[in-house]
């Protein structure tokens, strides 16, 4: 606490503290994150500069283990997101990766191989989960990795029986201290652009925040020399009931903080209704948002990313569509050629 910005920080958190007792309100609390230096300081991106963001995609790690050798790691924690009243099982969890070599960027994921046989004696064959941490971790020593996992389970179409998936099941019932065979990095697609700023604009239903909390935690939670988020993160989030906001604490806080740089906007399939009287899915706020969605995506610095199921993909297109067709333009051309510049992602399953 030498530094000058140090005093200078203590000074300001005492006069806030003092301040905020005086008219009496609970101040959020004001994060101390030591600055991340990171290894390769990283050039804005622009739609010109196609050339250096194919070395950029070189750089990125894939496959450092592969499903014949994967890394075995170990679970430090598995922690419930689902509050009371609220739809299924959804769990956090984190894995230490220390003593390998997997690294990851925001957006990709990693393959996880359940323990035990399948029903022909085989392993069971790796299912793959987007990050839901930054490159750094949740614990920002460059050691962990975390995910975000919804329990499958549904009624057999024809037995009626409960079905409960492999994989995901595994993980939400793992205990801390277990192994944990882990492959990957895998993905391209999502990733975040180092443009700091640019505008993120995100789609997500369910587990689908996954790499949108990693985006998130980087842009404004973690505090980077090379990388301070400037521009706007604007997150739809599609869920069925409010107590399955996932990261609902954390990601209102963010929204308090930065209310020039982060939007928040939910769509509560099983709480609110549509203009029609329908369900609240996301594609309806699309829809409520289009004309302004649609002033966005023309930028060439807007960034739009989609993740989680993938019935929500085909609504969306409609909202962009009508707003687009406004202006005269045929949305599936254009969308076309925002794949082409890298600046629309989906990655839905
Ligand atoms: P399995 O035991 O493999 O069962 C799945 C099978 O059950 C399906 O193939 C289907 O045949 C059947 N089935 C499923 N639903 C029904 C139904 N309603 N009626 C009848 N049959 C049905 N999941 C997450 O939770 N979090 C993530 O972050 C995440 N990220 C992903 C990222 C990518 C790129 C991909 C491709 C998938 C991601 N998934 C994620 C999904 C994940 O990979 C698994 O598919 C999911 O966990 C189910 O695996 P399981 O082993 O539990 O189910
Ligand atoms: P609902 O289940 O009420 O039909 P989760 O993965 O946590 O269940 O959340 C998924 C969210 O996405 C739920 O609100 C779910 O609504 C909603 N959803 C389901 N199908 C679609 C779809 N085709 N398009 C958009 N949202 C959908």
Request: hydrophobic share 35%; charged share 30%.
């Amino acid at each position: 606490m030498n530094k000058p910005i140090d005093r200078f920080k203590k000074d300001l958190k005492n006069i806030a503290k003092a301040g905020a007792k005086l008219i009496n309100i609970d101040l959020p609390e004001i994060e101390e994150k030591p600055i991340i230096a990171e290894s390769a300081p990283e050039a804005p991106l622009t739609q010109t500069k196609l050339a250096s963001k194919k070395a950029k995609k070189d750089d990125i790690p894939v496959n450092t283990y592969r499903p014949k050798d994967p890394f075995v790691g170990k679970c430090l924690s598995n922690e419930e997101l689902v509050r009371e009243g609220g739809e299924g099982t959804v769990r956090h969890l984190l894995f230490d990766l220390s003593g390998g070599d997997l690294r990851y960027v925001e957006g990709q994921s990693i393959g996880i191989i359940p323990a035990g046989n399948d029903e022909s004696g085989k392993p069971h064959k790796l299912r793959l989960y987007s990050i839901a941490s930054t490159r750094h971790g949740d614990r920002l020593d460059d050691k962990t990795v975390s995910l975000c996992v919804r329990q499958l389970e549904y009624n057999h179409p024809k037995t009626g029986e409960r079905v409960y998936g492999v994989c995901s099941t595994y993980l939400c019932n793992m205990e801390p201290g277990a192994d944990v065979k882990i492959t990957g990095p895998v993905g391209k697609e999502m990733l975040l652009p180092d443009d700091p700023n640019a505008n993120i604009i995100m789609m997500a239903t369910g587990t689908g925040i996954a790499p949108f909390r990693a985006y998130l935690w980087r842009m404004f939670k973690e505090k980077h020399e090379n990388y301070q988020f400037k521009g706007l993160a604007w997150l739809f989030f599609g869920v069925a009931y409010t107590p399955n906001i996932l990261y609902k604490q954390e990601l209102e806080k963010l929204q308090s903080q930065y209310p020039d740089h982060f939007r928040l906007t939910y769509a509560i399939s099983r709480e609110q209704k549509n203009a029609a009287g329908s369900k609240m899915y996301i594609q309806s706020r699309i829809a409520e948002h289009a004309d302004e969605l649609w002033e966005l995506v023309q930028k060439d610095n807007t960034h739009t990313y989609i993740c989680g199921l993938k019935g929500m993909e085909g609504g969306i297109d409609e909202g962009m569509s009508a707003a687009a067709t406004k202006h005269g333009v045929d949305w599936a051309e254009y969308q076309r050629d925002l794949k082409k510049a890298h600046r629309w992602h989906v990655e839905t399953y």
